[in-house]
Nanobody, 125 residues
């Protein structure tokens, strides 16, 4: 079983910074993509930033220049450094990973998507 453990959310004033962390644990062969999504009440979950194993990075337009995603492959961990935070960044942030796991007894692998439990980020004005 694979789990994603998130940390780093909290309350911050507008203009401040927070750093989110997400570590994958359990049994898996490799991690392809790791990403951060966010969601506010009544809205769909939206992609904030993603990073593919080869360090190809993608950001939502709303966070470009303010947020930075990075991953430590040795620690199976992805980070989201959030600077110049705005009240509209307030949301529950979810970590997502796309992994390769072995199919038991079959000698082959399949893709598995896993979500973290979410961490609340609140930006006060």
């Amino acid at each position: 079983q694979v789990q994603l453990g998130e940390s780093g959310g909290g309350l911050v004033q507008a203009g401040g910074s927070l750093r989110l962390s997400c570590a994958a644990s359990g049994t898996f062969f490799s991690i392809n993509t790791m990403a951060w999504y966010r969601q506010t009440p009544g809205k769909q979950r939206e992609l904030v930033a993603s990073i593919i194993r080869g360090d190809r990075i993608n950001y939502a337009d709303s966070v470009k220049g303010r947020f930075t995603i990075a991953r430590d492959n040795a620690k199976n961990t992805v980070y989201l450094q959030m600077n110049s935070l705005k009240p509209e960044d307030t949301a529950v942030y979810f970590c997502h990973a796309d992994l390769r796991v072995e199919v038991p007894g079959m000698g082959r692998y399949r893709n598995l998507e896993v979500w973290g439990q979410g961490t609340l980020v609140t930006v006060s004005s």
